[in-house]
């Protein structure tokens, strides 16, 4: 017999491989479309030596272990059977300890000289999953950007890695992306002899919080960053988690409302919302215009598929509501959106069933036996969302993201573009629109804030792609394939450059989406709270034929189609 432990790793490094895997297959994908012109097969004479003697450069707290011409061709990355098709390029590998119970392991790959677009760009982290993400290096490779990644400081989803090791969570919330950043640059000036022109950020998921962790703490690091479905607000976001188990287990774990109720939710959820966007095509693009009440759902009569019971409504409900203190009936964090039950169209995300209801324990457990309790048997039916809130956001402070403080990054000229899906069955959508508009409230008012940080909701995007809504909008995390372009206009990373460099804000953003590789629709993304307006005319499935224009012009004189729908 294998011991549980051992069964412990071998899953963990089943979960390893199948993530490195699907980044790795989107990256071939991405490969495909971007080596148009061609890239260098070497490094001049010159690049190569330069990159070679980085092993030498004296950094603070790192240590360089290694420096490597790389050639065009296939690359492997240490432990996995899948390749990647690079330009030739440096690959520094590099571990920084800034304490003595760090290990922050990094790389950074350079482009030549020749092929080198002077600029810089991080790429972000999925989940708690410590691991360099090849995949999204490779893209920036490819469009020219020196790039660096670091696995944040341990390796694996688990969280049990920071049990009695308080300093590896400083290092997962912000202090291994800055050590990376500040040493990237250094590394970057020695090989090319400047240092880059401009520096980027890009993630979603926890790469989305570390690109708002970097513009809040550390305002020199980055000019722009692109920050997808943030969840930045993260004890909040691991209360969200034990609240929706709850709201949906009984005491014993037994789920109150089984996952083979989500489509008829959905199916409700649609009835009542989609077609106040003035379109019925399964997308509902505005989530906040609608009050949706699951009891309409209540059995006459015995349970039986097409209802659900009062306990079931009543579950559902608290899924939508979200958390509140009870004493203050302050807000913890914002329920889910209608239209997150069950987002379709990617199997990579699993709605309300792969993060609620089919699980046999709270998503990010592991957090507050860990990181929060020191107890690895503590029970998430003692959360009490008052005290232990505020204990949390107290002792782990170093994991939030939540200043809407900005004046620091505005000052400096810094940008952000951030980015959420509405049927986000992860991070709520509601939180990302409530951290805009804090921002809002500390920076100034609307004007001011646009003028350096604007919010693109995507209408019917599950968590940072998939889902029914087009959600094909490029960036370097954010990857599904093939990609259709880089161009300002299609790109999410490129609309932060442009912003950026040519001082033109990003009005709209056009989103695609795919079935089998074959688009079969666009829509332009606004920034919030603007919403696409169909012009009333000409395909729907088209992005040309909307505008963004304010919610309530839209809402009223509102021209439907595909049926008749009130826009009361
Ligand atoms: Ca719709």
Redesign the pocket.
Same mark, same amino acid.
């Given at each position: 017999m294998r011991s549980p432990l051992f069964r412990l790793f071998l899953a963990l490094g089943m979960y390893a491989l199948v993530a490195l895997a699907q980044e790795e297959k989107r990256a071939t994908h991405l490969t495909i479309s971007q080596t148009n012109s061609p890239l260098p097969s070497s490094q001049s004479p010159a690049s190569a030596a330069k990159c070679a003697e980085l092993v030498k450069l004296s950094l603070p707290d790192v240590t360089i272990t290694s420096a490597t011409n790389t050639p065009a061709g296939r690359f492997t990355p240490t432990g996995s059977s899948n390749s990647m098709e690079t330009p030739a390029f440096c690959r520094v590998v590099a571990v920084a300890t800034p304490t003595s119970d760090s290990i922050i392991n990094f790389e950074v790959w350079i482009p030549p000289a020749e092929h080198w677009n002077h600029n810089f760009v991080s790429v972000g982290n999925g989940g708690y999953m410590g691991a360099v993400s090849y995949g999204a290096l490779t893209n920036a490779l490819h469009r020219g950007f020196a790039a660096a990644s670091t696995d944040t400081g341990h390796s694996g989803e688990d969280l049990k890695f920071a049990a009695g090791h308080p300093e590896k969570t400083v290092d997962w919330g912000y202090r291994s992306v800055h050590i990376m950043t500040e040493s990237a640059k250094l590394i970057i000036r020695n090989y090319a002899g400047l240092f880059p022109q401009h520096s980027y950020f890009g993630g979603c998921s926890t790469g989305g919080e570390e690109a708002l962790s970097e513009a809040q703490r550390f305002p020199e690091d980055y000019d722009g960053v692109v920050a997808g479905d943030p969840g930045n607000d993260r004890v909040h976001l691991n209360a969200g988690f034990l609240w929706a188990f709850a709201a949906t287990h009984d005491t014993n774990g037994n789920a109150i409302l089984p996952t083979s109720k989500l489509p008829l939710v959905n199916k409700a959820a649609l009835a009542a919302c $989609?077609?106040? $966007?003035g379109?019925? $095509?399964? %997308? %509902?693009?505005e989530p906040e215009t609608c009050h949706f009440d699951p009891g309409v759902l209540l059995c006459k009569d015995a349970e039986n598929d097409q209802c659900l019971t009062t306990a079931q409504i009543e579950a559902v409900r608290k899924v939508y509501a979200g958390p509140r203190n009870p004493r203050t009936g302050e807000q913890i964090i914002a329920g889910y959106s209608p239209g997150s039950e069950r987002p379709v169209g990617d199997d990579l995300d699993g709605g309300w069933k792969t993060y609620i209801t089919d699980r046999k324990e709270p998503m990010r457990l592991g957090f507050w036996q860990h990181w929060v309790f020191n107890d690895a048997a503590w029970d998430w039916r003692t959360f009490d969302y008052d005290r232990d809130v505020a204990y949390a956001d107290a002792k782990l402070a170093a994991v939030n993201a939540s200043n809407p403080d900005l004046s620091r990054f505005r000052a400096r000229g810094g940008k952000i573009l951030m980015y959420s899906g509405w049927a986000d069955p992860i991070g709520p959508p509601m939180d990302a629109v409530n951290y805009y508009k804090r921002v809002e409230n500390v920076m100034g008012g609307r004007e001011e804030t646009e003028s350096f940080f604007r919010l693109f909701m995507v209408p019917g995007m599950s968590h940072c792609r998939g889902g029914p809504g087009p959600n094909n909008f490029g960036g370097l995390s954010t990857i599904t394939s093939p990609q259709i372009s880089t161009d300002p206009e299609h790109d999410v990373l490129s609309a932060l450059v442009q912003w950026i460099e040519k001082d033109s804000a990003p009005n709209h953003i056009i989103a695609t989406h795919l079935t089998n590789g074959t688009i079969d629709r666009t829509r332009p993304l606004c920034p919030y709270p603007k919403i696409a307006h169909w012009n009333g005319s000409g395909s729907s499935d088209h992005a040309k034929n909307f505008t963004c224009v304010e919610l309530r012009n839209a809402t009223s004189n509102r021209q439907v189609k595909k049926g008749a729908v009130s826009t009361k």
């Open positions: $989609d077609g106040l $966007d379109i019925k $095509d399964g %997308i %509902i693009s």
